[in-house]
């Protein structure tokens, strides 16, 4: 009996020591909401989705370390985070669906509130958009007359330049949307949202072009580290009455 009981014991599936904390984290949730979580909790959590049977409190803690925060993890490419010990690309993919999640709810939130009527609306979207992002990246806002929210496009992305950004291609997609006005916005991934001289120039070429299609360009937002900058509230470009 004593040695059937030791072989017994040896293929007797055995509860890993973390199911218990994995648990407690769902159920914590589900209870009480993200708002007493820390950053790592956080992952933690998210990673018990995407690893089994394993402890993911090592490789969350390491997520945080390597890029600073939640947002950081969140922000960074899927190559990045496949690097990470204990995280796989089942795990890389699942964090960058959560981004690009999160950037699509934020647009239909947009949506639904149908109008752009100050710089904060703005703001909101750009923050969901393009902020974080280590690649440049430029979109276009289509409104109608009344600043009604028609769409929002990405127009080019990568090490950006003014010859990349098409004014005949924003023109087309304007035209085929039926906008009556035009926000731009992009990102330095620098951090430090002023324009540059080719950032302005851009804009008043843009704005140029559709001025005589009846096309009103309203503004163009720089996007830096926690910070944005508006070339229209700061004065940059000349904008005709109906603009302002």
Request: charged fraction near 25%.
């Amino acid at each position: 009996m004593a040695a059937f009981k030791k072989v017994y014991n040896i293929y007797m599936p055995q509860k890993h020591t973390h199911d218990g904390h994995r648990s407690r984290l769902r159920e914590r949730f589900a209870s009480s909401g993200l708002d007493s979580f820390m950053d790592h909790e956080v992952l933690e959590l998210l990673l018990t989705y995407t690893i089994a049977r394993k402890d993911t409190k090592p490789a969350a803690w390491a997520l945080i370390k390597r890029f600073g925060s939640l947002r950081g993890v969140l922000d960074a490419k899927a190559e990045e985070l496949g690097e990470i010990a204990g995280l796989g690309a089942q795990s890389a993919v699942f964090l960058n669906l959560l981004r690009a999640l999160m950037r699509r709810y934020s647009l239909e939130q947009t949506k639904e509130n149908k109008k752009i009527e100050s710089l904060a609306d703005i703001i909101d979207f750009c923050r969901a958009s393009l902020h974080g992002s280590a690649e440049e990246i430029f979109e276009v806002i289509f409104l109608t007359a009344r600043n009604d929210f028609i769409g929002a496009e990405r127009i080019a992305s990568g090490s950006l330049q003014s010859a990349e950004v098409s004014p005949r291609k924003i023109i087309e997609r304007a035209l085929s949307r039926r906008a009556a006005a035009l926000i731009f916005v992009h990102n330095h991934p620098s951090g430090e949202p002023a324009p540059s001289p080719q950032d302005i120039k851009l804009t008043e070429t843009l704005s140029r072009v559709a001025a005589p299609l009846g096309i009103i360009v309203l503004d163009h937002i720089i996007v830096g580290k926690d910070r944005f900058f508006s070339i229209k509230a700061n004065s940059l470009i000349e904008y005709k009455k109906e603009q302002v």
